[in-house]
């Protein structure tokens, strides 16, 4: 274990090149602070990205990416990666529920239907698409986190977008970002979850079944919109994954309409998840493990053929 931190990006790079590392793995990608110009020096024979952003680099120097059969299926024809993909067998994620949660009977009242994103994340579309479920279920609330929803601008320009969609301030709830302890729990005030598109959630999604909320899904043409559905196909709960808006309002509306439902998910979901083997570490970890062997084979193959000829 070595901390890079306070070093700039060509002293990580010798330090790995010192290191003599094999396969370097980039778990940041794009998001803020990261270090892919560390990538671009390539101090690594073999370059991988993996977490948090399941989409393309843009970087040559970056060998693979590691992905699932769902989220980047097989011919797709909007394939702009550059890197090479290595599918798990299984899920793209292992997930490691947060720790001291309890999942609660289901909240007595209206119906709150809720989301933790990134504001970015929330196109027009998703938000007249949210408006038309409040209009079917018209004493339901629409409960928001996302950064800095606590400042009066952020919030203000966020309630003025909703309100062009045709959300009113009274239908709305908005929190800004807590730790992921106290955002977990913070789920059982909530009945739905409601997953963005065409860029799904992650961490946030998982955590929704975790807590006993069904989570309704869109999923988009790329990688990073389709999470929703390879977690909720490997969760056993394809029923929730919806082919189009309309379907998306219907879907949200019906479980809305039927709190027997919601109770008996509230009830279940922790264990489905557990079931279907989303939260088996030793698994997932084999098949990162085989993930890996086969991109080393793979470059091994490579030099032996350019050896020979």
């Not at 309890?102 to 027009?124: A, E, F, K, Y």
């Amino acid at each position: 274990m070595r901390s890079i931190a306070g070093l700039n990006d060509a002293a990580v790079a010798d330090l790995i090149r010192r290191d003599q590392m094999d396969i370097l793995v980039d778990l940041a990608v794009h998001s803020a602070d990261n270090r892919m110009l560390v990538l671009a020096r390539q101090p690594a024979p073999l370059q991988v990205s993996y977490l948090p952003y399941p989409g393309a680099t843009g970087l040559a120097h970056v060998n693979y990416r590691i992905t699932d059969v769902l989220l980047d299926p097989h011919g797709s024809h909007l394939d702009f990666r550059i890197e090479n993909l290595v599918r798990l067998p299984a899920a793209y994620i292992c997930y490691l529920p947060p720790s001291d949660t309890t999942v609660t009977s289901l909240p007595p009242g209206p119906i709150r239907l809720g989301c933790s994103c990134q504001l970015m994340q929330l196109n027009d579309g998703v938000l007249r698409t949210w408006a038309e479920i409040l209009e079917q279920v018209p004493d339901a609330r629409l409960c928001m986190e996302a950064p800095k929803l606590d400042d009066p601008v952020v919030a203000g320009g966020f309630m003025e977008r909703c309100a062009a969609a045709g959300i009113g301030a009274t239908r709305l709830e908005l929190q800004p970002y807590v730790d992921p302890g106290t955002a977990a729990q913070r789920l059982s005030t909530l009945h739905i979850a409601l997953d963005p598109f065409p860029f799904n959630t992650m961490a946030s999604a998982c955590n929704a079944l975790w807590m006993g909320l069904p989570l309704i899904t869109l999923p988009g043409k790329a990688a990073p919109g389709r999470f929703g559905l390879s977690l909720l196909t490997h969760a056993g709960l394809r029923q929730w994954v919806a082919p189009d808006a309309a379907t998306y309002v219907k879907l949200a509306v019906g479980l809305a309409r039927d709190p027997a439902r919601l109770a008996t998910q509230r009830a279940t979901l922790r264990q489905t998840l557990t079931d279907s083997g989303l939260t088996d570490g030793k698994s997932f970890t084999r098949n990162l493990e085989g993930a890996y062997h086969e991109m080393w084979r793979r470059r091994c193959a490579a030099q032996t053929s350019r050896h020979g000829q």
